[in-house]
């Protein structure tokens, strides 16, 4: 029996639970499925992970990654490395096996011979003969497809040690009603075990075993958990156009209203989906529906944004709330739209023509999506105007493990200021514009209620009256309450999150997707002795925290995902920081930040001003 | 321009209708377009077909785009909500709204620059939803606001005031709305009050997308010789092909027609439409036959009025197809619409 350690001297003995392996595919052949089994049994046995799916924007026939981080420290991040590789695509056989870290492994079909690329001296090659094995036992070429992958999950598992028995329970899972499905999963899994066992030493060093890391978290993208956060928020009205990477957004939503809000005695459904000809029309159905008391919301991603910008800004000036997900991906123009990015933040924060400044919600990860559905919902009720939720792809589309979402049953939505008809009964007249509470924030009503609500609502000029008017000073009047009831938003969105000491010289300030590439960074940072203190902003306007956070700090590094530094402009337009005090690190790749470079670039940041490294006193 | 609100002062002996409401009171602000403007009239056999139906105010809601005629939302039943949105993108709105609240009634008006240039997707995709709402198009086959340019309504060999002669083929609402499959596909003209009225009655009745085109000359632009949208050549080329009486829900239909020559259509609230065929050659009912004789007297320079199709069957209108709640959706308490701290528990094993 060969043995498998023999040429991988580099490898360290203590890699248990800690390692990434990345399946290498071909798009639509059903490997998904085999590589979230493998990630979801590791998972099951208590071992954190974090899945990543590089796809292309194709049906069939492209490559396509999956990458499986098997992390008992929970970092959320993407790794920078890669430990096994699952080469099942010969199309990107030799990039593939160059991106193997020294010492790692690499799984391949040795049903070819592929002696010609496999030059490395300093990983470990196991060729199992996949097709043949999967070959000799099933019929029919869709049917041999789909196996060979779960014939690999039966390697993998053999490799790492995973546990059989909680293998076989999610394919019972998955298969319990269809016998025949489960009986070939089940043997097409047993090839690929078995043929290790038989043929080379396993498990490998790099392994897994049972613990207590994942007890009350679940695995979840955040499209899912948006979704099903509208439906929990009372969300009745969805629209959208189809796009990339927003759709299961929407399908989710559709789907848990299915489950949820379809009377079991008349079969009528309290929800309306509105399939959109275009973005325009998605935003404008969302203004509709919501300036008629629905609770109303649409995904979308950047170029969906770029169309609506029209509408947004009609929403702002006429106020009108409507929640907007964008699920950003890779610009510009179409840009790579199954790759990730933070690229929408500038058009998000000032969409449309004229002054205009809107509400911007930050999720960090799945959690946050499901949470701050139902806050976006509050927002722009109670403030009247376009609240969007910026998330992006890796967030939106990939399984992240996330404590278990809660619901409080004592939540009441803020439907905000909207008039009843016996409040209207005792006015001695309405107008919509007048700020009577001194936060800016007008009063509005329904139509349907009472006719002494009623009012005309326009994108033209108008006065606090809701009257049409070209007159300067009215016109200012509406604008300069419109610019008090953004400092009024500052007061009530969500606060920052703040790690560290708060008297460290270093600061991090950032958003988003990148926050589990910071915590881990910061762990490593600290275990070299470098203490940085980190703030994650959720939301724009920005509160006085970051104000304060942006001042105690003698320089900060902001981390994000685009090429200009668009979160770092919107701190040095919308705060009194010193710009000199800010460096950016970027990661514009497409594919998720990880935490190498952001500890890379604030080293050598230190080497370069080491007197800036002593926390102060 | 300015925003000037019409006294409600009325004389006492001003008929009421069933609510004890006088015409005066479905008016709206004073218009502020052009004297003699078509559209002006149109205003007008609004504020009689709301009140000739007793229609509350605030179970009107108003929606428009850009341009002259979508102003004139402001200008009728003040008592109830408008929204006057962007250039193009009132069915958008009306779409959402209307899913939000399927018990109010939604009336749109639009120009032909605001419908068939940079609204026509949005147009027809509220045709295929089937919206149920009332879309009046005041088509005066130019841009008023900007001052002449032709429209997509505007028919070849049209002169403008500035002499260009149109050279691109008309967009012609009705057929679009025909081959889109709409349910209630009328014209009319600004200046026939008569045949305007029970149209909008109609069509506010009809669930379903109603489409009327209403052809309404700009005084200004587009009402000299040579202009195939003037007041002139419409009432020359003007030929009502059916005739339209709306009839009300409960009331007694108070004339016999005879057999043959009238079509009584019952519409979903009870209420009902007789129609009287002036050309015996023409059957409503049938959408092919509707289109094909609409072009061919299009072809002729004649302009078939009236209401040229119905189809009553409610199959296809968006709440039926959603199968919504018939409590609208914005009055459903939040208690029944969220699935609470329980169920979001047990659907956590779902994803472990």
Known sequence: MPSLMSDASAVPT?????????????????????????????????????????????????PTWYEIRVTRNAYAARASHVDIMVAMNAETYSKDVRELKSGGYLIYDSTWPRSSILQRGDITVIPVPLAKLVNENFEGVRNRILLKNIAYAGVLAALLDVDLQVISGLLSESYGKKPKLLDSNTKALSLGYDYVKEHMDSPLPLRVEHMDGTRGHIMIDGNTAAGLGCVFAGATVGAWYPITPSTSLMDAFKGFCERYRVDAATGEHNFAVLQAEDELAAVGMVIGASWNGARAFTPTSGPGISLMNEFVGLAYYSEVPCVIFDVQRVGPSTGMPTRTQQGDILICAYASHGDTRHVLLFPANPEECFYMAAQAFDLAERLQTPVFVLSDLDIGMNDWMCPDLKWDDAYKPDRGKVLSKEELDGLDKFYRYLDRDDDAIPYRTLPGVNPKGAYFTRGSGHNQYGGYTEDSAEYQVVLDRLKRKFSTAAKIVPKPVVVGKGNCSFGIVSVGSCDG????????????????????????????????????????????????????????????????????????????????????????????????????? | MSYINKPKVAHPSLPTNELGLTRRQYEGSMSTLCAGCGHDSVTAAIVEACWGLSLRPEQLVKLSGIGCSSKTTA?????????????????????????ANRSLTYVGVSGDGDSLSIGVGQLTHAIRRNVNMLYLIENNGVYGLTKGQFSASADIGSKAKRGEINSSPPIDPVLLALTLGAT????????????????????MRHNGFALIDVL????????????????????????????????PHAAEIAVEYGAGESIPVSLHDGSRVVLRK??????????????????????????????????????????????????????????KLTPGAAALEKLMGRYR
Not at chain 1, 51 to 57: H, L
Not at chain 1, 527 to 544: C, H, M, N, T, W
Not at chain 2, 184 to 203: E, N, Y
Not at chain 2, 236 to 242: G, K
């Open chain 1, 14 to 62: 203590n890699r248990v639970n800690d390692f990434v392996i990345k399946f290498a595919n071909v798009n639509g052949t059903g490997s998904a499925s085999a590589n979230s089994l493998i990630m979801k049994a590791i998972f099951r046995m208590g071992v954190p992970v974090t899945g990543k799916n590089y796809f292309p924007s194709n049906i069939q026939g492209l």
């Open chain 1, 517 to 617: 590439a910071i915590r881990e960074a910061l762990d490593v940072l600290k275990q070299q002795k470098i203490e940085v203190d980190y703030l994650r902003v959720k939301a724009f306007p920005f509160g006085s925290e970051v104000e304060a956070f942006l001042k105690s700090h003698a320089s900060i590094f902001v981390v994000e995902q685009n090429r200009d530094a668009q979160l770092k402009s919107l701190i040095t337009l919308e705060t009194a920081v010193e710009k000199s005090k800010l460096f950016s690190i970027l990661s514009y790749s497409g594919l998720p930040i990880s935490a190498q470079p952001i500890v890379d670039e604030i080293r050598a940041k230190l080497a370069e001003t080491p007197r800036l490294t002593a926390v102060k006193s």
């Open chain 2, 278 to 335: 002036l050309d015996p050659t023409y059957d409503p009912s049938d959408r092919t036959a509707a289109y094909s004789y609409i072009e061919r007297k299009l072809k002729q320079n004649e302009y078939v009025t009236g209401l040229i199709h119905i189809d009553e069957t409610d199959s296809t209108e968006f709440h039926n197809l959603n199968q919504t709640s018939k409590t609208p959706l914005n009055r459903i308490p939040f208690e």
């Open chain 2, 184 to 203: 209630f596909v009328a014209r009319s003209f600004s200046g026939d009050k008569a045949q305007l009225v029970p149209l909008i009655q109609a069509g």
């Open chain 2, 216 to 247: 309404s000359p700009c005084v200004t632009f587009n009402d000299h010789e040579g202009s195939t949208k003037s007041y002139t050549f419409t009432r020359e080329h003007y030929q009502p092909v059916v005739e339209t009486d709306f009839v």
């Open chain 2, 75 to 99: 200008y009728f039943v003040s008592g109830s909500h408008g929204f006057n949105s962007v250039h193009g993108r009132m069915p958008s709105i009306a779409s959402g709204a209307n899913a």
